[in-house]
């Protein structure tokens, strides 16, 4: 099912969106040249995608190891109620955490996933202390060290570019 956004997407919006979400430094000039377009028109469509949400944001992905973070570690999280109120405030807390790399409420076993970086084991097991232990809502929670990060990203596979569309 195609959603709202999705919909107001044409096929060159998506080669623009397949070129830009690797690279976003990559001039609009040459996005154009790629994909048959002015740089205007790169330039107009990358606004109006910006403006309509479907480009969130911009940032810089960097390597955690090479800034002192080579711990990664997957978390999984039960809660001990899971009213309305108590998700919003476990949410809130997990979201103000900078160790938070990523955080998912999830259906299944357990109530969400988290991404969690540290410098070493012990900067680990002091955020478990403080981030999951004190919290009385907490019921339980398994840790998974990552031994290697195979593939990370926030790159969405978009229908012109992938083998399954």
């Known amino acids: 099912m195609r959603n709202q956004h999705q919909s107001d997407l044409d096929s060159l919006d998506l080669a623009i969106l397949d070129r830009y979400q690797h690279d976003t430094t990559t001039p609009a000039r040459a996005i154009g040249a790629a994909v048959g377009l002015s740089t ?3 330039q107009r469509r990358l606004k109006r995608m910006r403006e309509r949400g479907v480009i969130r944001r911009e940032v810089a992905e960097l390597a955690p190891g090479k800034l002192g973070l080579p711990v990664t570690c997957l978390v999984a999280v039960d809660l001990e109620r899971e009213h309305a109120a108590d998700i919003a405030r476990f ?3 997990m979201m103000a955490l900078p160790e938070v790399q990523q955080a998912y409420y999830v259906t299944g076993q357990n109530d969400f996933f988290l991404v969690v970086l540290a410098a070493n084991m012990e900067a680990y097991e002091l955020f478990t202390r403080q981030a999951l232990l004190d919290d009385e809502n907490v019921h339980s929670f398994t840790t998974h060290v ?5 593939k990370t990203g926030v790159a969405v596979p978009l229908p012109a570019t992938h083998a399954w569309s």
């Open 40 to 42: 205007a028109a790169v």
């Open 91 to 93: 949410k809130r807390r």
């Open 146 to 150: 990552v031994l290697e990060r195979v």
